[in-house]
């Protein structure tokens, strides 16, 4: 038996392992998935269902594996912007998180140092700050510096993104090399869980991590505590985990899954799930992307991350009319590479060779997700179908696009435009979603959202799920909105504040 059972090994749950471990709890950590240096399993594989009007697609990445998603991730790391938390107060529209910015900005810092975040303070287009960034800006690459210098006078500012990835040696990692192999860096420069909070919650020796565990139910006394955690082993074979305090920090599908799995005669329904809210007000950040051609030469692909965004329709007064969206600008774009020439012409030879060097390197690329609105209709349930290798039902995913989202995605392929024509670019080719369709950026949110009200929420604004006081969620599911941002940085932020709750109601023998 230990004190403190958590499920999953990612951000959110090692970040809670490692600061509850610090406090002298022990802590059992169980994890579903394999180092993500092996080849992957098939147990390991993400399978989903879809029903409904649009088709949610996750990416290729997407995959069971130690250190969860922050081990084949980008790095990109901004924080949100104040009214990301206050849609309603600040534009009139969809709700407003059950806590302010001011009071998630320490732990916004505190994240930052966890990541060794690398940022320039860009004020007052970036999100207010007390602090530098723990580590210096990466400088704004060449395409990025061209794009900014051309937009200088419209209004639209090019800015620097954080990049949890290292400018100088940081806490045990090296300086990044820029490998191109950023999505599974092979130096630890780009940060995942195995190399900073999973690896430290380890060496304080008072957690255990068991791989290859799936928890397939969690079981609860007649009081509405969790006293267990089943889990099953590659083999087949099933095991209790028992603990006095349990966190939820699977990836968000898999989470909500495990609530609704989780049936009793007092959670006849899933735990938590006493006002069908579990699953509900799922949301992610759908692709947009577009390309274009500029005079200059850009020479992409000779980094594979990002270096700036814009800002500037993150937060915009029409904000209560359309959703909002972050323009991030690529430096590693697929069809720029000089094959794209060779099958796009009949040369050869020589006059080819001279060709591609004419003419290659001037490509410029844009990509961003939209805001949704945490919509109720949107949801995830069990297949009522389909099973995974366990016998556990498969997510179902249930979502559609409102107004509200497709105002948003028209917008932003107009700003594109209206950037494409301030640069003079030519050539240019938008790559909106399919229609039918939302292909997921792997923001994946809500479903398991924190707020006050026990009717319209899942969770408390700690993550403390409503009528079980030992079990808590971290992890993206408790974002009551999406915003503009990536979540990582938001979501470890939730997930040290979590902790703190832990503490402070431990150290008052309310747990």
């Not at 107009?414 to 292909?439: K, N, W």
């Amino acid at each position: 038996m230990s004190d403190v059972c958590v499920i999953g090994s990612g951000f959110s749950g090692s970040t809670v392992a490692h600061r509850l471990a610090l406090g002298g709890s022990r802590v059992t950590i169980l994890e579903t998935g394999i180092d993500h240096r092996q080849p992957i399993p098939e147990r390991c594989q993400v399978r989903y269902s879809n029903v409904g009007p649009i088709r949610y697609m996750f990416r290729d990445v997407s995959f069971r594996c130690i250190g969860g998603t922050s081990e084949h991730w980008y790095g990109n790391t901004p924080r949100p912007h104040p009214n990301d938390l206050q849609t309603r107060s600040a534009h009139g529209v969809s709700e407003d998180w059950p806590l302010t910015y001011e009071e998630l900005e320490p732990h916004l810092e505190e994240a930052e140092r966890v990541l060794g975040v690398a940022g320039a303070d860009d004020e007052p287009h970036h999100a207010p700050r007390r602090v530098p960034f723990p580590l210096p800006a990466w400088p704004l690459s060449h395409s990025d510096r061209l794009i900014r210098d051309g937009l200088a006078g419209s209004g639209i500012p090019v800015l620097s993104t954080p990049q949890a990835r290292t400018t100088l040696p940081y806490r045990g990692r090296p300086r990044c090399l820029n490998l191109g192999r950023c999505n599974t860096c092979p130096i630890n420069a780009r940060t995942g869980a195995t190399s900073t909070s999973l690896r430290w919650a380890l060496e304080t020796g008072r957690v255990e991590l068991v791989s290859e565990a799936t928890v397939v139910r969690l079981e609860s006394d007649e009081q509405g505590r969790i006293t267990e955690a089943i889990w099953v082993d590659p083999q087949g074979q099933s095991h209790r985990q028992r603990a006095d305090l349990f966190i939820l920090a699977a990836h968000v599908p898999d989470s909500v899954r495990l609530l609704l799995h989780s049936t009793s005669p007092r959670w006849p329904t899933g735990i938590g799930n006493g006002e069908d809210m579990v699953g509900r007000c799922f949301m992610d950040h759908g692709r947009h992307n577009a390309n274009a051609v500029i005079e200059e030469r850009t020479w992409p692909n000779r980094l594979y991350f990002q270096t700036a965004a814009i800002h500037h329709w993150a937060d915009a007064p029409d904000r209560a009319d359309r959703g909002a969206y972050l323009i991030e600008i690529l430096n590693y774009i697929g069809v720029a590479g000089p094959g794209s020439f060779t099958r796009g012409t009949d040369l050869w030879g020589l006059p080819l060779k001279r060709h591609i060097r004419e003419s290659w390197g001037h490509n410029i690329q844009f990509h961003c997700g939209v805001e949704m609105l945490p919509d109720p209709v949107n949801r995830i349930t069990l297949d009522p179908d389909e099973v995974d290798a366990h016998g556990i039902p498969i997510a179902r995913f249930d979502v559609r696009f409102d107004d509200y989202a497709l105002a948003g995605y028209a917008s932003a392929a107009a700003s594109m435009d209206q950037i494409f024509e301030i640069l003079d670019a030519r050539d240019v080719v938008h790559r909106p979603m399919r229609a039918g369709q939302l292909v997921s950026i792997y923001h994946p949110a809500g479903g398991l959202r924190m707020g006050r009200d026990p009717a319209t929420s899942v969770t408390d604004p700690w993550g403390q799920i409503h009528g079980v006081p030992n079990l808590f969620v971290a992890g993206t599911g408790l974002f009551p909105t999406i915003g503009t941002v990536n979540p990582t940085l938001t979501m470890i932020a939730l997930a040290l504040r979590t902790s703190e709750r832990i503490e402070s109601l431990a150290s008052q023998g309310d747990l």
